[in-house]
């Protein structure tokens, strides 16, 4: 593994650690903010507005963060240079 490979990895990660914290203050932020105009009839408008972006952003840190190693290895394909 080449030095460009493994800073791929790692920028790969950091990305997904990003969206990852991101997601996760996005839905604290939310739960918190909707506490109290909570209404058990609109449930599904509830989720959908309050819910579903936070956890789409999880969703995407996580996914990033267990494939990093080949996107990271996709993303280095052809920046080692053979002469280095």
Same mark, same amino acid.
């Given at each position: 593994?080449?030095? +460009?490979?493994?800073?791929?990895? %790692?920028?790969?990660? !950091? &990305?997904?650690?990003?969206?990852? =914290?991101?997601?996760?203050? /996005? *839905?604290?932020?939310?739960?918190?903010?909707?506490?109290?105009?909570?209404?058990? +009839?609109?449930?599904?408008?509830? %989720?959908?507005?309050? !819910? &579903?972006?936070?956890?789409?952003? =999880?969703?995407?840190?996580? /996914? *990033?963060?267990?494939?990093?190693?080949?996107?990271?290895?996709?993303?280095?394909?052809?920046?080692?240079?053979?002469?280095?």
């Amino acid at each position: 593994m080449g030095k +460009s490979t493994s800073a791929a990895i %790692l920028a790969v990660r !950091l &990305l997904g650690l990003f969206w990852l =914290v991101a997601g996760l203050w /996005m *839905l604290a932020a939310n739960v918190i903010e909707s506490a109290t105009e909570f209404n058990p +009839s609109f449930i599904g408008y509830y %989720l959908q507005s309050q !819910l &579903l972006r936070p956890l789409l952003a =999880v969703g995407v840190g996580l /996914m *990033l963060f267990i494939f990093s190693r080949r996107l990271g290895r996709r993303l280095a394909r052809g920046l080692d240079s053979p002469d280095a």
